[in-house]
């Protein structure tokens, strides 16, 4: 199947390597166009230990905030520094990008951007939760591939392992 828009979901893990490989081998079989996409993700619970320190005084409330939007800037700034990186690489192969970084939740955001470009295939990776915490945590791939206007083809991040293309069109009613 020839996808002219393909959307790549990546999250600056080592499976990201794999997911953008893979999307630009499907953009240069048939000179589609990439469009790169990084959520950043900002759970509450990352810096549980000071906000718990801020509640009991021990550190100020204005310097949690301060260090955490200075954390977050500088996140963003590095995400889009090597989103960039990605976007030059692909450039290189004579193959259009662009890149998009937000602060959002991932999965809702992923399935937004997919529908607003008029994505042919959104192509991200899995990031092998398993059991337990697959079920408390959820999974962002599982997520899009249930709720995208597009199929999604998840790429595992273990190279033992095929590419898999969920489709709403293949599921069954």
Same mark, same amino acid.
């Given at each position: 199947?020839?996808?002219?828009?393909?959307?790549?979901?990546?999250?600056?893990?080592?499976?990201?390597?794999?997911?953008?490989?893979?999307?630009?081998?499907?953009?240069?079989?048939?000179?589609?166009?990439?469009?790169?996409?990084?959520?950043?993700?900002?759970?509450?619970?990352?810096?549980?230990?000071?906000?718990?320190?801020?509640?009991?005084?021990?550190? #100020?409330?204005?310097?949690?905030?301060? %260090?955490?939007?200075?954390?977050?800037?500088?996140?963003?700034?590095?995400?889009?520094?090597?989103?960039?990186?990605?976007?030059?690489?692909?450039?290189?192969?004579?193959?259009?990008?662009?890149?998009?970084? %937000?602060?959002? %939740?991932?999965?809702?955001?992923?399935?937004?951007?997919?529908?607003?470009?008029?994505?042919?295939?959104?192509?991200?990776?899995?990031?092998?939760?398993?059991?337990?915490?697959?079920?408390?945590?959820?999974?962002?791939?599982?997520?899009?591939?249930?709720?995208?206007?597009?199929?999604?083809?998840?790429?595992?991040?273990? #190279?033992?392992?095929?590419? %898999?293309?969920? #489709?709403?069109?293949?599921?069954?009613?």
């Amino acid at each position: 199947m020839s996808y002219q828009k393909i959307l790549v979901a990546l999250d600056r893990t080592a499976a990201s390597d794999r997911v953008f490989d893979y999307a630009l081998g499907l953009a240069q079989s048939s000179q589609g166009q990439l469009q790169l996409v990084h959520s950043l993700n900002i759970a509450s619970h990352d810096n549980l230990g000071k906000l718990i320190d801020a509640g009991v005084g021990l550190q #100020s409330p204005t310097n949690v905030q301060h %260090e955490e939007e200075a954390a977050r800037l500088q996140r963003a700034q590095e995400t889009k520094q090597w989103l960039e990186q990605l976007r030059a690489e692909a450039l290189k192969r004579d193959i259009s990008a662009d890149f998009i970084c %937000e602060m959002s %939740e991932p999965g809702s955001f992923i399935c937004q951007l997919a529908k607003t470009w008029g994505a042919d295939v959104i192509v991200m990776g899995s990031s092998g939760k398993k059991g337990l915490k697959k079920l408390v945590m959820g999974s962002t791939s599982d997520y899009v591939s249930k709720h995208a206007s597009c199929p999604t083809l998840v790429v595992p991040n273990d #190279s033992s392992q095929e590419v %898999e293309l969920f #489709s709403k069109a293949s599921e069954p009613a």
